[in-house]
């Protein structure tokens, strides 16, 4: 089944303490980013990547960190988390080049206390 | 930079009655792609429907239908026979075709959707 995992579902963690969400997709997409959505503002990209190794910053990149090592994972590092990163995080992926929208994984609900 | 605005923060509907949802956008481009993605309470995103901005036929899947209007830069969605199944929060969304903003979904901030048995 074609599908991008995220992991976890739900992440409760304290300030400072370092932390990773993974994203994997299975169907050789070369583009994958992250939003994070909050009440009242909808989505908004934190980071995207092109292909391999080629990652940039997206509209609220502070206190995030991505790697794209291998084409079918782009996990998202908060290196230290803070409050105000308390938010529901989704990956995505699709093809630049055509119109059929981008997957979304299930959602990762991060609480930082 | 491109902005989509939904201007209904909350709809409702009766079981089987028709509903519009509103989306507007600002862009200078003219090459692009709309989006409706629905959030149930699972919070997965599922798409809806899409459009290509260069197609003037309005998209249709099943129950769910647009309104383009390219030159009122609107975008409405219509859920024909709602079911309680269509309850969930609806976003609409903007693509560059062309690579502007970086291919970045931009989407506006929901309309919560309930239907009413």
């Known amino acids: 089944e074609a599908q991008v995992t995220q992991n976890p579902r739900y992440l409760i963690t304290v300030t400072g303490k370092k932390l990773t969400v993974t994203c994997s997709q299975n169907?050789?997409?070369?583009?994958m980013s992250w939003y994070r959505q909050d009440p009242g503002l909808g989505l908004r990209q934190i980071y995207y990547s092109m292909n391999v190794e080629v990652t940039d910053k997206g509209d609220v990149p502070e206190g995030y960190k991505v790697s794209r090592k291998e084409k079918r994972n782009f996990p998202l590092i908060l290196e230290s988390p803070s409050p105000n990163q308390t938010s529901l995080y989704f990956c995505?992926?699709?093809?630049?080049?055509?119109?059929?929208?981008?997957?979304f994984g299930s959602g990762t609900r991060l609480t930082v206390v | 930079a491109q902005t989509v605005t939904q201007s209904q923060p909350e709809m409702s509907v009766q079981e089987a009655e028709t509903v519009t949802l509103s989306c507007t956008y600002d862009t200078s481009e003219s090459d692009y792609y709309l989006f409706w993605y629905k959030q149930p309470p699972s919070r997965q995103m599922i798409l809806v429907i899409r459009?290509?901005?260069?197609?003037?036929q309005n998209a249709t899947e099943n129950r769910f239908s647009v309104n383009f209007q390219k030159a009122a830069k609107s975008f409405s969605l219509k859920i024909s026979d709602s079911q309680l199944g269509d309850a969930a929060m609806y976003f609409c969304a903007y693509r560059s075709a062309q690579g502007g903003s970086n291919y970045k979904l931009t989407f506006g901030k929901g309309t919560l959707l309930t239907v009413n048995p």
């Open positions: 459009q290509e901005a260069y197609k003037q």
């Open positions: 995505a992926s699709g093809r630049t080049r055509a119109n059929y929208g981008y997957t």
């Open positions: 169907m050789n997409h070369e583009y």
